[in-house]
């Protein structure tokens, strides 16, 4: 059984930066592409970033590029999400997912999912 758990999420500023964490048990996930989700309050859950098996190419979604890094440490099967210069309109529940064909792939490609984790980002 495969879990997922984040953390790093929490109350910032905004302009400020916060990483997220997505630690992996149950199996090992170094050989599936990764990603990280949002879903704000009333609004669909969106990809934000992906990552394949061996971290070597990365899809972000077109309104983040530059301020968001998603990148993986297979030692310890975790995968990270530097979020930077972050805007009130970044608020919402991040979600880390795993195991798709693709890294850009909506939710439903997706076969792991996190509980989630808050960032609020305050004006």
């Known amino acids: 059984q495969v879990q997922l758990v984040e953390s790093g999420g929490g109350v910032v500023q905004a302009g400020g930066s916060l990483r997220l964490s997505c630690a992996a048990s149950g199996r090992t996930l170094n050989t599936v592409a990764m990603a990280w989700f949002r879903q704000a309050s009333g609004k669909q859950r969106e990809l934000v970033a992906g990552?394949?098996?061996?971290?070597?190419?990365?899809y972000y979604a077109d309104s983040l590029t530059g301020r968001f890094t998603i990148s993986r440490d297979k030692v310890w099967n975790t995968v990270y999400l530097q979020m930077n210069a972050l805007k009130p309109e970044d608020t919402a529940v991040y979600y880390c997912?795993?195991?798709?064909?693709?890294?850009?792939?909506?939710?439903?490609?997706?076969?792991?999912w996190g509980q989630g984790t808050q960032v609020t980002v305050s004006s």
């Open positions: 997912a795993a195991q798709s064909v693709i890294i850009d792939g909506g939710e439903d490609h997706w076969k792991y």
């Open positions: 990552i394949s098996s061996g971290g070597g190419r990365t």
